[in-house]
């Protein structure tokens, strides 16, 4: 027999952060954990045609090693998110962040196609440790009026390894081979590990009394979506990733075959995409902490959707393509933090591993099934079925969020 899950807790719990460096270190840390786990997912792409001819792995099935790593972060998130709640988020963080360390490491023993995909696995298994756990920690340590700035410079360490940690990375497996990309982040992820140890405290808050079993934690996530607030706050998750997938997959296949893009163009639209990413992100997540979430977060996708039904109008150079990849990365850093900052005030302490864990494993099925959806549409309609469809996903979630998503009242300064 489980406990309930709490019902919403209400105004957040007014909290203090301590003075002094501590915060910026715990940011920090927080920024370079996602900054290492980003950047060793977003390598993959660009060198699997590397991988296949130094390992002489066929194309066909070259496509696996990126998608069984998203399989075992799904998985692992679901499992993960109880135990954090169990033993607290430093010990999760450390465990996580530990054995991403070692399964990079891990990358300069493969020898050919199943040798790479058990290390992609266990890199998966890593990821989905590590996947809920940062925001988690955010929720437990800042109080909800600091949650979106502290949100979003961690989150920009995604961005920053859009700009620097992909193209070094892609360098060095021109030089050194496609192995030297995941030495580099996996000493990155050691220094984490390390910060994490000395540094980074573990937040006092309440934990989860429950036995850790799978039939508890399962029926622990029955409970939380049977919670209309959690329930639409878990569909807009997937909507998002949904819309996103649909969107970004095909969105370099088009610019290079219908608008005449090169490689290296692309790669520049991604790295000016970064650009806005960084500089919007931690200002969203701030101004968020002063006006509330949910009317930036509606901002955003009614302004993305917008945007992505003109995509096959306006781009037309590269020029074009610049600045419309420019803005879109805006308004999708725009929706990120604040989201992620609201969801962190739906549950209380204890529950706050799980729910988030829960949004990234349905996040991780809705871009699974835009990136299904997403060939058909493009090989037999053409790429404005795409941005149409969506657009429709990404004004969904604004919708579900403004309606259904309640933001609770800010404590009084």
Same mark, same amino acid.
């Given at each position: 027999m489980t406990a309930p899950v709490p019902e919403h807790p209400g105004p957040p719990t007014q909290r203090e952060v301590p003075s002094g460096p501590e915060p910026y270190i715990v940011v920090f840390t927080l920024w370079l954990l996602v900054f290492s786990a980003a950047s060793q997912t977003m390598i993959l792409s660009p060198i699997l045609p590397r991988i296949g001819t130094e390992l002489s792995i066929p194309d066909a099935v070259l496509g696996t090693l990126v998608s069984v790593y998203s399989v075992m972060v799904g998985i692992f998130a679901i499992l993960a998110g109880p135990v954090s709640d169990r033993v607290g988020r430093r010990r999760i963080l450390i465990l996580g962040c530990g054995t991403m360390t070692v399964a990079l490491s891990l990358h300069g023993f493969v020898t050919g196609y199943y040798s790479f995909l058990a290390v992609r696995i266990f *890199? /998966?298994?890593a990821g989905g440790m590590l996947s809920g756990a940062a925001v988690s920690y955010i929720g437990d340590y800042f109080p909800y009026e600091r949650r979106g700035w502290a949100t979003g410079w961690v989150m920009s360490g995604a961005a920053f390894g859009q700009i620097f940690g992909i193209p070094l990375g892609i360098l060095m497996a021109a030089r050194w081979g496609f192995r030297s990309p995941f030495y580099l982040f996996a000493v990155t992820m050691a220094l984490t590990v390390l910060m994490l140890i000395v540094r980074v405290p573990q937040p006092d808050v309440f934990r989860s009394r429950e036995r850790l079993s799978v039939r508890g934690a399962a029926a622990n996530y029955v409970e939380m979506l049977k919670r209309p607030e959690i329930a639409w706050a878990a569909t807009a998750f997937f909507m998002m990733f949904l819309g996103v997938s649909l969107f970004v997959i095909y969105l370099p296949t088009w610019l290079e075959r219908e608008i005449g893009l090169t490689g290296d163009q692309i790669a520049l639209m991604f790295l000016i995409g970064g650009v806005a990413n960084v500089l919007t992100g931690p200002n969203a997540g701030k101004l968020s902490d002063k006006? /509330?979430?949910? /009317?930036?977060? &509606? &901002?955003a996708s009614v302004g993305m959707s917008i945007l992505m039904l003109l995509t096959v109008r306006v781009v037309s150079d590269p020029p074009s393509a610049y600045v419309f990849f420019f803005f879109s990365m805006v308004l999708v850093a725009m929706r990120i933090s604040p989201f992620s900052a609201l969801l962190t005030a739906l549950v209380s302490d204890e529950r706050r591993g799980s =729910?988030? #864990? =829960?949004?990234? *494993? =349905? /996040?991780?099925i809705g871009f699974a099934i835009g990136g299904a959806v997403a060939g058909p549409l493009y090989a037999d309609v053409g790429y404005a079925s795409n941005t149409v469809v *969506? *657009?429709? #996903?990404?004004l969904a979630m604004g919708m579900i969020v403004w309606f259904f998503v309640p933001e609770p009242q800010r404590a009084s300064s």
């Amino acid at each position: 027999m489980t406990a309930p899950v709490p019902e919403h807790p209400g105004p957040p719990t007014q909290r203090e952060v301590p003075s002094g460096p501590e915060p910026y270190i715990v940011v920090f840390t927080l920024w370079l954990l996602v900054f290492s786990a980003a950047s060793q997912t977003m390598i993959l792409s660009p060198i699997l045609p590397r991988i296949g001819t130094e390992l002489s792995i066929p194309d066909a099935v070259l496509g696996t090693l990126v998608s069984v790593y998203s399989v075992m972060v799904g998985i692992f998130a679901i499992l993960a998110g109880p135990v954090s709640d169990r033993v607290g988020r430093r010990r999760i963080l450390i465990l996580g962040c530990g054995t991403m360390t070692v399964a990079l490491s891990l990358h300069g023993f493969v020898t050919g196609y199943y040798s790479f995909l058990a290390v992609r696995i266990f *890199a /998966g298994c890593a990821g989905g440790m590590l996947s809920g756990a940062a925001v988690s920690y955010i929720g437990d340590y800042f109080p909800y009026e600091r949650r979106g700035w502290a949100t979003g410079w961690v989150m920009s360490g995604a961005a920053f390894g859009q700009i620097f940690g992909i193209p070094l990375g892609i360098l060095m497996a021109a030089r050194w081979g496609f192995r030297s990309p995941f030495y580099l982040f996996a000493v990155t992820m050691a220094l984490t590990v390390l910060m994490l140890i000395v540094r980074v405290p573990q937040p006092d808050v309440f934990r989860s009394r429950e036995r850790l079993s799978v039939r508890g934690a399962a029926a622990n996530y029955v409970e939380m979506l049977k919670r209309p607030e959690i329930a639409w706050a878990a569909t807009a998750f997937f909507m998002m990733f949904l819309g996103v997938s649909l969107f970004v997959i095909y969105l370099p296949t088009w610019l290079e075959r219908e608008i005449g893009l090169t490689g290296d163009q692309i790669a520049l639209m991604f790295l000016i995409g970064g650009v806005a990413n960084v500089l919007t992100g931690p200002n969203a997540g701030k101004l968020s902490d002063k006006v /509330g979430r949910k /009317g930036i977060v &509606l &901002l955003a996708s009614v302004g993305m959707s917008i945007l992505m039904l003109l995509t096959v109008r306006v781009v037309s150079d590269p020029p074009s393509a610049y600045v419309f990849f420019f803005f879109s990365m805006v308004l999708v850093a725009m929706r990120i933090s604040p989201f992620s900052a609201l969801l962190t005030a739906l549950v209380s302490d204890e529950r706050r591993g799980s =729910l988030m #864990s =829960l949004t990234v *494993a =349905l /996040g991780q099925i809705g871009f699974a099934i835009g990136g299904a959806v997403a060939g058909p549409l493009y090989a037999d309609v053409g790429y404005a079925s795409n941005t149409v469809v *969506a *657009a429709i #996903s990404i004004l969904a979630m604004g919708m579900i969020v403004w309606f259904f998503v309640p933001e609770p009242q800010r404590a009084s300064s």
